[in-house]
């Protein structure tokens, strides 16, 4: 891949903080939007009248967000970050718009994905930024505010979704997007200084298609499978399976011959990335789905306001915000990365291990201790995977390499929603109409019932009924944690032989000759400052350039992009 820019950047301390702040503010909505929706959702489904469908919602985000990750990751390569991050934050505002005013349960979810296509952008991009700006071995001091926005927006989201529906409506978890959004857009406009690219060799098209459809097609299969109306033995299920097969197999024939593939193969002959990307997937999987449903627990079965559902999960960000911190100190300090990844892994499933044995009536407190430790495990592994996989990889790379990472990982949480959100959801669906058809309801009627089961139709049912229903909740949800431990064991696994190397001293931009930093920068700014001042001659400004010690090898910084 060859690409031409506009000339190199003066990356300063001053400019490298401005940017930076730019993409936390990127980084914040589409965190925001991911927490505030978890405790709104029990009641976004009851409102709309799709109990039974639910996972679509968290479905429908989470492929559109992959199946847009390596084409995010791959142009940002090709065409440069700035003008995609600015699309990404557009497109995740608009579709804010769309599911604030959504009517019926379908078009919410059709909202929700496309928001996807946005959402995806700016986690992407804003970490491929980073590792343009950054050099590999400072990077960790840049992971602790990167788990501070984490941390916010896993604490205040799921207390604003609460807030929100007990006290106005769902409708305002979307409301909320939409000021932040264009806020975040005006910042990025401003701040994001970066140049721009064009491409000479031609785009992967048939790649991406390959791609999409080979996405699309595994997570329709894992729903079409635990489905209840079709079930595994399901011809439509089984076409599924025969389109992913068939959509691999040209992704990998197109890759082999293209000119500038979307996703390279000579990447997995990379047995670093390989191992990062591994741990990546095997913890998004069981992430995604321990959180996915964590929330309604809470509320359902322990029967806490939409509110305290949310607080309940501020001591797992805490957790995940010091972990984070920590880890990215030390590994910027020791270039050391190899034990975190091992550790976290460990922690995390005595995390799980621990949330089988919830119930309705498991204190408060002691579920308060569970999400902190589990989210104490997360924060010393999932920053840390994608700083190994950026550093393993060619500086033309960095970008396909933090997507493909990434992309691994929402495979593994797509995987993870579906298949344990369909095992509890099958298993809810039946648990409660047998609670409603016991307590003398006609099998449409229990249908019904269980279809616009909402936290505050709850509070409304007898006391016999609803202890039936958080029951139910409680028999759903906690056996399925049992169900993700081997894939975190998998994850140790893969810890376990993740080979160290050294990171990397260089920014990414500077590098592919893109930017000069260091003193060179600083010099240069200065230098530009004076020459902006005065009124010299060309010919005093040059005079005053050809002083400075090793100038043939600088740029001219009156050309330089401001």
């Known amino acids: 891949m060859s690409t031409t820019v506009a000339g190199p950047l003066l990356l300063t301390q001053r400019r490298i903080w401005i940017i930076y702040s730019s993409l936390i503010a990127g980084m914040l909505v589409s965190s925001l939007d991911q927490t505030i929706v978890s405790t709104a959702m029990p009641t976004i489904v009851g409102h709309l009248g799709g109990v039974e469908h639910q996972l679509w919602i968290t479905t429908a985000y989470l492929l559109a967000t992959t199946i847009v990750m390596p084409i995010y990751g791959k142009f940002g390569d090709v065409f440069g970050r700035r003008r995609l991050f600015l699309a990404a934050i557009a497109i995740f505002t608009l579709a804010s718009v769309g599911c604030a005013f959504a009517t019926s349960f379908w078009a919410f979810v059709i909202f929700r994905a496309i928001q996807g296509l946005g959402g995806g952008g700016l986690m992407i991009l804003a970490q491929a930024i980073i590792a343009d700006i950054v050099p590999a071995k400072d990077r960790g001091k840049y992971i602790g505010p990167i ?64 791609l999409s459809a080979a996405t699309t097609c595994l997570i329709f299969f894992t729903n079409f499978g635990g489905d209840a109306s079709h079930g595994w ?93 920590y880890s990215g100190l030390r590994i910027s300090r020791t270039g050391n990365y190899r034990p975190f990844p091992i550790l976290g892994t460990l922690i995390a499933a005595a995390a799980l291990v621990a949330m089988t044995t919830l119930t309705a009536t498991t204190p408060l407190w002691l579920i308060c201790v569970f999400v902190f430790v589990f989210g104490a495990g997360l924060g010393l592994v999932m920053q840390v995977v994608v700083l190994v996989a950026q550093n393993a990889v060619a500086p033309g790379q960095i970008g396909t390499a933090t997507s493909t990472t990434n992309y691994f990982r929402e495979i593994g949480g797509s995987l993870g929603t579906a298949v344990f959100g369909t095992i509890f959801t099958t298993r809810l669906t039946g648990n409660l109409t047998h609670v409603f058809t016991g307590a003398g309801d006609s099998a449409s009627s229990a249908a019904t019932s269980t279809a616009t089961l909402s936290p505050q139709t709850l509070r409304q049912l007898p006391e016999s009924v609803r202890h039936g229903v958080v029951a139910a909740y409680a028999d759903a949800l906690a056996p399925v944690f049992w169900y993700l ?78």
């Open 485 to 562: 431990l081997p894939f975190l064991g998998l994850a140790f696994l893969f810890a376990l032989v993740l080979k160290r190397i050294p990171l990397s001293g260089v920014a990414g931009m500077i590098a592919r000759g893109e930017a000069v930093g260091g003193p060179d920068a600083e010099e240069l700014e200065a230098l530009h400052r004076a020459t902006r001042r005065k009124t010299t001659t060309p010919v005093d400004q040059a005079s005053e350039r050809n002083q400075l010690p090793g100038h043939s090898n600088r740029a001219d910084p009156t050309s330089l992009p401001r």
């Open 233 to 325: 033995a399901a011809p439509a299920t089984w076409l599924w399976a025969a389109g992913l097969v068939a959509a691999v197999a040209g992704f990998v024939i197109t890759e082999r011959t293209a000119a500038d593939p979307i996703i390279p193969l000579s990447l997995f002959r990379n047995r670093v990335f390989v191992n990062a990307t591994a741990i990546g997937l095997m913890i998004g999987l069981g992430m995604y789905a321990a959180l996915g449903f964590l929330p309604t627990f809470l509320q359902m079965s322990s029967g806490t306001s939409a509110a305290g559902s949310g607080l309940l999960l501020a001591p797992m960000m805490v957790g995940l915000l010091a972990t984070s911190i």
């Open 147 to 210: 788990g501070a926005v984490f941390g916010l927006s896993t604490i205040g989201g799921p207390l604003l979704g609460g807030l929100f529906v007990d006290h106005l409506t769902w409708r305002w978890a979307f409301y909320i997007n939409i000021p932040i959004g264009v806020a975040t857009f005006v910042i990025a406009l401003l701040a994001l200084t970066l140049p721009n690219k064009t491409a000479v060799a031609r785009l992967d098209v048939r790649g991406v298609a390959f």
